[in-house]
């Protein structure tokens, strides 16, 4: 079993739909929570960070972090097309990069 | 600035071939790092080097080896392709070493090992 278990899709939504992409994990220990998304051909670039359980908001992203259900998820309001990419959680114990476990990606869709 | 720059953008190697992917930053930060992307495996960390001078091992390390040739430059070999090794190569690179510092990833590198 993977450490990060995250559904690949595709996830295709219309434009203006709230999104919700989600990451299980199995180590109780990850404290750093992490969401990058990676457009077509593109190397990742992070969008959230999270330390901890909460919520963190930012423009139209919401991350959200529940430890004792082990989930963590990220929320897109008002989908654009300029949105549709792959998106990657990411987690850490330590909070070093060189300890980061990637999930597998999940590809979105938001068409117009 | 150029951020994070990777040559080759594409190579085939027939197996048992050896060959360098290239990296370098202008952005003056200390660490740097190669990942891997495969099909259903998100990234993974292949090497990293937290300053110049100093590289470590990291979750799939076998069958490469890397070289901090100073603070902008970080190159990974490998020394006898196997097709395992087919994949997207991705260079990164940031100022410290914490993950709440942005990271900046290269273009990637794609390789097909024959």
């Known amino acids: 079993q993977k450490e990060v278990e995250q559904d690949p899709g595709p996830l295709s939504v219309p434009e203006g739909a709230i999104v919700s992409l989600n990451c299980t994990y199995s180590?109780?220990?990850?404290?750093?929570f992490m969401w990058y998304r990676q457009y077509s051909r593109k190397g990742p670039e992070l969008l959230m960070y999270?330390?901890?359980?909460g919520n963190k908001e930012d423009g139209r992203f919401t991350a959200q972090v529940d430890k004792s259900s082990k989930y963590i998820s990220l929320f897109i309001r008002d989908s654009q097309p300029s949105d549709s990419a792959t998106y990657l959680c990411?987690?850490?114990?330590?909070?070093?990069?060189?300890?980061?476990?990637f999930g597998a990606g999940t590809r979105l869709a938001v068409h117009p | 600035n150029a951020g994070v720059t990777q040559t080759p953008k594409f190579q085939v190697l027939k197996t048992g071939q050896s060959m360098t992917l290239q990296c370098a930053q202008d952005?003056?930060?200390?660490?740097m790092y190669w990942y891997r992307q495969d099909p259903g495996m998100g990234l993974r960390l292949i090497y990293y080097?937290?300053?110049?001078?100093?590289?470590d091992k990291g979750e799939v390390p076998n069958g490469y080896n890397v070289s901090r040739l100073n603070k902008r430059e970080f190159s990974l070999r490998l020394e006898s392709a196997a097709p395992s090794q087919t994949s997207v190569y991705f260079c990164?690179?940031?100022?410290?070493?914490?993950?709440?510092?942005?990271?900046?990833f290269g273009p990637g590198t794609r390789l097909l090992v024959l």
């Open positions: 990411a987690m850490s114990v330590t909070g070093g990069y060189n300890k980061l476990i």
């Open positions: 180590n109780s220990a990850f404290q750093y």
């Open positions: 999270t330390y901890s359980s």
């Open positions: 952005m003056n930060h200390n660490s």
């Open positions: 080097s937290a300053s110049e001078g100093t590289t």
């Open positions: 990164a690179s940031q100022r410290g070493g914490l993950a709440r510092e942005t990271q900046y």
